[in-house]
C-alpha cells in the first residue's frame, strides 16, 4: 500500500471558521509533511514531523496548527484564515528525512477555498 | 539561500519527439535529487530519483535523469515523448547537512500533441 490518503478533498470554510485537515498512510513512514501548493506553483514546505515530533516549521502563521497523534495520522487546524490562505493543501509521508529514506509520497490534497 | 531553477515553463512536443527538461539547483553541500510528475487531475508521483553512485538514473515510463555536480544539473530526458506524457514536472532537490530542507522547482507544463 503505497497511498496517502486526504480528507476532505475540498474544503469552503469562512474567515472565522474553525476547519481541519487530515492525512493518513499506512506504509510505516515516520516522516510526515505538508505542503501550501497555489495555482500553478510548486508546492511550498509548511511542516515536517519526524517520528511524531514537529521538526519543522516554515514560518508558517499560526492560523495552521499541525498535529500528529500517531505515525500514521497528521492534521491540519486551521482557524481565522484570509482569503490569501486558499490553495491545494498536499499531504506526503517519507520512511524519514535522511539520505536514503527521503522519496516523498504524496496524497491527493485537499482543495481550500476561504470566503 | 538554495533554489531549484526550472528554465522551461511550457513545453510543446508533438509525439516521438525527444525531451528534454532544465534543472539547476544552488547548493554547494552533498543533495539528494528528484523529478516528480504530475498528470492531469493525479497527484504528485516520483519519476525518479538520485541519492548516490551512477550519476545516469532510470526512472519509470522510460524517464531518465543524468546528475552533473559541476554543473549543479539535474536535467530529465525521454528520447520519444507519448501523448500520455502530457503532465506538469516538478524537479525537487533535498539539501543534506544542516536544517531540512526539501525544495520544488517551478514546474514545467508538458503537452504532447498526437
Known amino acids: 500500500d503505497t497511498e496517502v490518503t486526504q480528507t476532505p478533498k475540498h474544503l469552503v470554510m469562512g474567515m472565522t471558521n474553525k476547519k481541519s485537515l487530515k492525512c493518513e498512510q499506512h506504509?510505516?513512514?515516520?516522516?510526515m509533511y505538508w505542503y501550501k501548493q497555489k495555482a500553478k506553483k510548486p508546492p511550498e514546505l509548511m511542516f515536517v514531523?519526524?517520528?511524531?515530533?514537529?521538526?519543522i516549521n516554515e514560518s508558517v502563521p499560526s492560523r495552521f496548527s499541525p498535529e500528529c497523534p500517531n505515525s500514521s495520522l497528521l492534521n491540519l487546524h486551521l482557524h481565522a484564515l484570509q482569503p490569501e490562505d486558499s490553495a491545494l493543501y498536499l499531504c506526503a509521508s517519507s520512511q524519514g528525512t535522511g539520505a536514503n529514506t527521503d522519496t516523498q509520497y504524496f496524497g491527493p490534497g485537499t482543495r481550500l477555498t476561504v470566503l | 539561500a538554495q533554489s531549484v531553477s526550472q528554465h522551461n515553463h511550457h513545453v510543446i512536443l508533438s509525439e516521438a519527439a525527444s525531451l528534454e527538461l532544465g534543472c539547476n539547483y544552488s547548493?554547494?553541500?552533498?543533495?539528494?535529487l528528484f523529478w516528480y510528475v504530475q498528470y492531469p487531475g493525479q497527484h504528485l508521483q516520483l519519476l525518479l530519483k538520485?541519492?548516490?553512485?551512477?550519476?545516469l538514473v532510470k526512472g519509470i515510463k522510460g524517464f531518465e535523469a543524468e546528475f552533473i555536480k559541476s554543473k549543479f544539473s539535474f536535467n530529465l530526458r525521454k528520447p520519444s515523448v507519448q501523448w500520455s506524457d502530457t503532465a506538469e514536472y516538478f524537479c525537487a532537490v533535498n539539501a543534506l547537512g544542516g536544517t531540512y530542507k526539501y525544495i520544488f522547482g517551478t514546474g514545467t507544463r508538458l503537452k504532447v500533441l498526437a
Open positions: 547548493y554547494g553541500g552533498t543533495v539528494n
Open positions: 514531523y519526524s517520528y511524531e515530533k514537529l521538526s
Open positions: 538520485y541519492f548516490s553512485g551512477d550519476p
Open positions: 506504509m510505516g513512514h515516520r516522516a
